[in-house]
C-alpha cells in the first residue's frame, strides 16, 4: 500500500510522486504519516531529519493532531491553508543560536491569489451552510461605526423665532423682553407683541426686533431717564415698528448705540424727555428709515466721535432741536421733514455741527414753520441739496431769539444747491470766519421788518460779516425781500455771479452800511460792533438788480467791482459813500431808475468803464448839493449819458467828474446835460458844455440821497441762551 502523509496544511497527498506539499509547499520530510482509511494503519510521525529530534517536527505533529479532531468533529476534513508557523531549528546555523526567524516557504504571487479566490468561496459556503451558526458583530470598541449608529439620536428643531408678549400670551415665550433676548441666538427674530415693556435692555448680538402690527395697538418701550429704552452694542442688529419713550429727565437717550454696534431702525417711533432722543457715538452705524422724532425736549439725534447715522424719510416735529452732530460724526438725511421745532421764543437748532470732519448732508429735506435754524461752526461742513425752506423763522418780539435761518461760523462751513427759500422770517448767516455757497436756489418772500435789534441783523436773505468770512452766491435769484436782501458788513466778502435780485423793499446788496450783529457773552455768537470796521470786498459779475429800492449801496470802506450787471426800475442804482470806499463798474447798464442812476458821497471814488446810464428820472450825483463835503471823485470812460430825466450828471462843491469819451443822447450825438455846482469840477476830454445851478442839484420831485446812518444795537440779552445752556450740559467741549 502507498504510503500518504499529511502535511501541516493539512493536505494529504503521495511523497513519493511529490517531493512537496501542492497546497502550501512545505518538504514531504516535514508531513505526517497519514493512514489510508481501511489500512489498519495508525498516522505516526516521519523520523526526524538527519536522524536527530526535531523541535520543528514535534510541533507540525501537534498542528495535525489539532486539525484532525476538529474535521472529525464537524464530520469534514477542513480545507484551510494555514501559513507555516515560524519554525526554531537548534541544528539550524543560521539560526543565530535558536532564535526565531521567518518561514522561508513563502508562497509565490500567483498561488498567494489562487488561495485569496480559495478563501473567499470557502467563507461563501459557510455563510450559506453554517449561517445559523455565525455571529453577528456586537457593538464594540472594534466596530465604532456600529456605535455610533446606536448612540445617535433624532436632534429636536433649533428655534430662530421667538415672541415676547406682556400679557403671557399661551405661544409667548415669555414676557420680558430683556430674558427673551437673551435665550435667542444670534441673527435670531423676535417679535414683540402689543404691551409696555420696562427698558434697559441690552443688545449684545445680532438680532431682528420686531414690532407686531397686526393691530392698533402698539409695542411701546418706556424708560425713566437714568438708562436707556434700548442699548445696542453689536453689529448687525435691526429694529422695527416699536416706539420709545424715556419718560423722564437726564443724558440718557431713548435707543443708544455704542462701541463698534450696528442699528437698522424702521418704522419706528422715538420720544424723549431727557437731552437726547437717539444717540450714537465711538464707531457706531446706524441707518434710520420712516421713523418718527417728536416731542424731544432735548435733541431728536446726538451723533459723537467718528458715529454714523443715514436717515430716510424721517420726520422731526415738535421738538426743542432736530439734529446735533460734533467731533468728527456725519449724518446724512433724505427726504426727511423737519416741522415745528424750537422753543416758542426760538430756542434750539434744527442742525448743529461743531468739529473738524463733522458732516451734516441733507438731500430733498423740508424744513417748514421751525421757529429755530441750523448752527455750523469749528470746521464742521453741512451740505443741503434741493431742500426747501418755508416758513420758518420767529415773530418780532422782544422775547424772541435767533440765530438766523442757518448760520456758518468760526470756520463752518456750508453748501446749498438747488435748493428753496419762501417766506421765511429770518435768512442766512454766515460770520466769524464761517464760509457760505449758494448754487441754483431760489429765494422768495423772505425777510422781516423788526423792531427787536436782536432780530433786525438776521431777517436779511443772506448776512455775512466778520473779518476772513467768505459767501459765494452763483446762478440764484432773489425776489420780494422785506428787508435788504444781501447784507455784509465788518470785512466779509463777497463773490456773486449770474445772480438775479428783484422787488426788494429794501437794499439788493449793502455793503458796510447794514445793522451790526448784536453783543453776545458766547464767544463767536456776535461780533461787538467795531469803531473802525475792516472793510468789506464784493465782486459782482452777470447779475440782474431790478425794482429794488437801492440796487447797491457800499459804504465804510469797502470795495466793489460790477462787471456786466445791468440795473433797471430801481429807486437808487447804486450808493457809494465814504471815505476809502471805492467802485469799480465795468459794462454796467443803469436804466428807468425812480431817482438817481448813481450817487457818489462823503469821499468815495468810482470808476465806470464802457458802461451806459439812460433813461433814468436823474443822472449821476457827486457830493451833496451846496455842502462841502470831503472830495468825491467818479472818472467816466467810453460811457453813455442819455435821457436822464432832470440832469445827466450833477457836480456838488468840491466834486470831481472826469468824463473821457463818452457820448451823449440817444443816438450818441447829442449833448450832455452837466450841472456844475459852485466850487464843483468837471473835467471833460473832448470838453463839453456845463450849466450853472444855484439850485438843490434835482429839483423838487424827488429827495436828494443823504448817507446813510449805520445802525446801532441796543444791548441784548445773550443770543440763544437756550442753545447755549444746552451744549454746555451735554455736549463735550
Not at 423772505?446 to 473779518?467: D, E, I, W
Not at 458802461?611 to 467816466?636: M, V, Y
Not at 457836480?651 to 440817444?666: D, F
Request: charged residues 20%.
Amino acid at each position: 500500500m502507498t504510503q500518504h502523509v499529511r502535511c501541516i496544511c493539512g493536505k494529504v497527498f503521495d511523497p513519493a510522486g511529490t517531493p512537496q506539499c501542492p497546497a502550501c509547499g512545505a518538504p514531504a520530510a516535514s508531513a505526517a504519516a497519514y493512514e489510508t482509511p481501511g489500512s489498519g494503519m495508525r498516522n505516526v510521525a516521519l523520523p526526524p531529519r538527519n536522524g536527530g529530534f526535531s523541535i520543528g517536527l514535534a510541533l507540525a505533529n501537534l498542528a495535525a493532531l489539532a486539525l484532525a479532531v476538529v474535521a472529525a468533529a464537524r464530520f469534514v476534513v477542513p480545507d484551510v491553508v494555514v501559513k507555516p508557523p515560524v519554525i526554531v531549528d537548534n541544528n539550524d546555523k543560521d539560526n543565530n543560536g535558536g532564535h526565531l526567524r521567518p518561514n522561508p516557504w513563502k508562497d509565490t504571487d500567483k498561488e498567494k491569489e489562487k488561495n485569496k479566490e480559495k478563501k473567499k468561496d470557502d467563507e461563501q459556503k459557510d455563510k450559506n451552510n453554517l449561517g445559523q451558526n455565525v455571529e453577528k458583530p456586537k457593538p464594540g470598541p472594534g466596530n465604532d461605526k456600529e456605535k455610533e449608529k446606536e448612540v445617535e439620536k433624532p436632534k429636536p428643531p433649533v428655534k430662530h423665532e421667538w415672541i415676547v408678549d406682556a400679557k403671557g400670551g399661551d405661544d409667548a415665550d415669555g414676557v420680558d423682553l430683556a430674558e427673551v433676548l437673551e435665550k435667542a441666538a444670534p441673527n435670531d427674530k423676535v417679535t414683540v407683541r402689543p404691551g409696555i415693556y420696562p427698558a434697559a435692555v441690552v443688545i449684545a448680538k445680532p438680532v431682528k426686533l420686531i414690532g407686531d402690527n397686526k393691530t392698533k395697538a402698539k409695542a411701546l418701550i418706556k424708560a425713566k431717564g437714568l438708562k436707556e429704552c434700548i442699548s445696542v452694542t453689536s453689529k448687525g442688529v435691526s429694529i422695527e415698528n416699536l416706539t420709545f419713550l424715556m419718560d423722564g429727565g437726564g443724558g440718557a437717550p431713548a435707543i443708544g448705540v455704542v462701541g463698534s454696534g450696528e442699528l437698522q431702525i424702521t418704522g419706528c417711533s422715538i420720544a424723549s424727555k431727557s437731552a437726547l432722543g437717539f444717540g450714537g457715538k465711538d464707531q457706531a452705524v446706524i441707518t434710520a428709515s420712516k421713523c418718527t422724532f417728536s416731542g424731544i425736549q432735548g435733541s431728536a439725534v446726538g451723533l459723537d466721535g467718528t458715529a454714523q447715522m443715514s436717515m430716510d424719510d424721517c420726520t422731526f416735529t415738535q421738538s426743542a432741536s432736530g439734529v446735533m452732530v460734533v467731533n468728527g460724526a456725519q449724518a446724512t438725511l433724505k427726504l426727511c421733514n423737519f416741522q415745528d421745532m424750537g422753543a416758542a421764543n426760538g430756542g434750539g437748532v434744527a442742525f448743529y455741527a461743531s468739529g473738524e470732519a463733522t458732516t451734516i448732508t441733507a438731500e430733498r429735506c423740508e424744513f417748514k414753520r421751525c421757529r429755530t435754524g441750523m448752527d455750523i461752526l469749528q470746521k464742521a461742513t453741512v451740505t443741503l441739496q434741493d431742500c426747501t425752506f418755508a416758513e420758518n423763522g420767529v415773530a418780532d418780539d422782544p422775547n424772541a431769539l435767533s440765530m438766523g435761518l442757518l448760520k456758518a461760523r468760526e470756520g463752518g462751513r456750508v453748501k446749498i444747491k438747488g435748493s428753496t427759500f419762501r417766506a421765511n422770517k429770518q435768512g442766512l448767516v454766515v460770520m466769524s470766519g464761517g464760509n457760505m455757497e449758494l448754487q441754483d436756489s431760489h429765494f422768495t418772500g423772505n425777510g422781516m421788518q423788526a423792531s427787536n435789534p436782536s432780530l433786525l441783523f438776521y431777517c436779511g436773505n443772506l448776512v455775512a460779516t466778520g473779518n476772513g468770512t467768505i459767501a459765494t452766491v452763483k446762478h440764484c435769484d432773489f425776489s420780494g425781500a422785506l428787508r435788504d436782501t444781501i447784507d455784509l458788513s465788518n470785512g466779509a466778502s463777497l463773490t456773486m455771479t449770474d445772480t438775479d435780485i428783484s422787488s426788494g423793499a429794501s437794499d439788493g446788496l449793502n455793503i458796510g452800511l447794514g445793522p451790526e450783529p448784536p453783543p453776545s457773552v458766547e464767544p463767536g455768537a456776535g461780533i461787538a460792533p467795531a469803531t473802525n470796521p475792516p472793510p468789506c470786498k464784493v465782486e459782482v459779475s452777470q447779475c440782474h438788480f431790478t425794482g429794488n429800492d437801492f440796487g447797491v449801496a457800499v459804504g465804510a470802506g469797502s470795495s466793489i467791482t460790477i462787471t456786466g450787471t445791468t440795473f433797471v426800475r430801481q429807486g437808487t442804482a447804486l450808493l457809494i459813500q465814504d471815505s476809502g470806499t471805492t467802485a469799480q463798474l465795468n459794462q454796467a447798464t443803469v436804466s428807468e431808475s425812480n431817482d438817481h442812476a448813481l450817487a457818489c458821497l462823503g469821499g468815495a471814488q468810482a470808476t465806470a468803464q464802457d458802461c451806459t446810464f439812460e433813461g433814468n428820472s436823474r443822472g449821476i450825483l457827486l457830493g451833496e448839493p451846496k455842502t462841502a463835503t470831503l472830495k468825491s471823485t467818479l472818472k467816466l470812460e467810453n460811457g453813455k449819458l442819455a435821457s436822464n430825466g432832470e440832469y445827466d450828471a450833477t457836480v456838488c462843491p468840491g466834486q470831481l467828474l472826469i468824463l473821457r469819451n463818452c457820448t451823449y443822447g440817444p443816438d450818441g450825438k447829442g449833448k450832455p446835460k452837466l450841472v456844475k455846482q459852485k466850487g464843483g469840477e468837471i473835467d471833460a476830454q473832448p470838453p463839453v458844455d456845463t450849466l450853472a445851478d444855484a439850485g438843490d442839484g434835482g429839483g423838487q420831485k424827488k429827495t436828494n440821497p443823504q448817507p446813510k446812518p449805520k445802525p446801532k444795537p441796543k444791548p441784548v440779552d445773550p443770543l440763544n441762551n437756550l442753545i447755549n445752556n444746552f451744549r454746555k450740559k451735554y455736549l463735550p467741549h
